[in-house]
């Protein structure tokens, strides 16, 4: 018995050495490995074995023409002068206003004053002509300020014979009223006369034009308030619009009477016919005549 013991644990032996002479890959009880599901980190075991990327090359500047690094470099640097050069001039205005804004303060004016321009000599604001204005009594004139400008607007029809350029006596009495008035309130003006007419074909034969007829009935006023009253030729000049200039429309005749009239247009520089009053440039050369 204990030799047929020995030759079984003996064949025992020998198989079991034979099996392991094959090797594991024929080892039926082997689980072969399967790669690792999405998401799941691979055993380090395993991952030891996992063909490894090959990383990126690294950026070298060997293979970069030695031109284009130049060129960028000389770029760079003429950007960074300019920045230095808006920063110097920068520094240069605000210093200006610094010592602007010191000398304000040295002089105890407000900073906010210094920029107000100044009114020529002689002359009075746009403010200063209104609040004057309300001091004109004119019945059936009608006033308006007019930017810098104060406009007295007379109907034609006050004034003159229909179609014509001959005074009305009662027209002469109004501009004897108006010359008063403008030189209480507006002494030494400079004054501007402009002739408006509608849009109607003219009856009278004597004027081609409307623009003829608004000349005549213009240099009319003028000969009148030169000769007449105290304002003087230095305060006036002629301006004739005709038509040009309606203040409503032509359609009705309400409106082609009050489109036809005169405007005593009052400057507010002084002219200096009266004593006292300071010489300005006549405002004609600056306006062209209004309008």
């Known amino acids: 018995m204990a030799n047929g013991s020995r030759l079984t644990t003996g064949r025992i032996v020998v198989v079991v050495l034979a099996v392991c002479a094959v090797g594991c890959t024929q080892n039926p009880f082997r689980q072969t490995a399967s790669p690792a599901p999405s998401g799941v980190s691979q055993p380090p075991g395993i991952a030891a074995f996992a063909p490894a990327s090959s990383p990126p090359p690294a950026p070298s500047f060997l293979d970069t023409d030695p031109r284009q690094l130049e060129a960028g470099l000389a770029h760079s640097r003429q950007e960074a002068q300019v920045m230095q050069d808006e920063i110097a001039a920068l520094r240069e205005q605000l210093a200006s206003t610094s010592t602007q804004l010191a000398q304000v303060r040295a002089a105890g004016v407000p900073a906010s004053h210094t920029a107000?321009?100044?009114?020529?000599?002689?002359?009075?604001?746009?403010?200063?002509?209104q609040s004057a204005m309300a001091a004109v009594s004119l019945p059936g004139v009608e006033k308006r300020l007019d930017g810098s400008v104060v406009r007295l607007e007379i109907p034609a029809?006050?004034?003159?014979?229909?179609?014509?350029?001959?005074?009305?006596?009662?027209?002469?009495?109004?501009?004897?009223?108006v010359a008063d008035e403008v030189e209480r309130v507006y002494p030494g003006h400079f004054l501007?006369?402009?002739?408006h007419t509608d849009t109607e074909p003219l009856r009278n034969a004597s004027w081609g034009s409307q623009h003829q007829l608004s000349v005549a009935r213009a240099s009319t006023v003028f000969d009148f308030l030169t000769s007449r009253t105290a304002l003087k030729q230095g305060q006036l000049f002629l301006v004739a619009h005709g038509p040009n200039h309606p203040v409503v429309s032509n359609a009705t005749a309400a409106?082609?009477?009050?489109?036809?009239?005169?405007?005593?247009?009052?400057?507010?520089?002084?002219?200096?016919?009266?004593?006292?009053?300071?010489?300005?440039?006549?405002?004609?050369?600056?306006?062209?005549?209004?309008?």
């Open 192 to 195: 501007g006369i402009e002739g």
């Open 116 to 129: 107000a321009p100044a009114s020529p000599p002689g002359s009075m604001t746009p403010a200063a002509m």
């Open 157 to 177: 029809d006050k004034l003159f014979e229909p179609g014509g350029v001959n005074l009305l006596p009662a027209g002469s009495a109004l501009l004897t009223q």
């Open 255 to 291: 409106g082609r009477a009050r489109n036809r009239r005169i405007e005593i247009v009052v400057y507010p520089e002084r002219s200096g016919v009266d004593a006292g009053a300071t010489a300005t440039t006549h405002p004609a050369a600056a306006t062209g005549g209004g309008g």
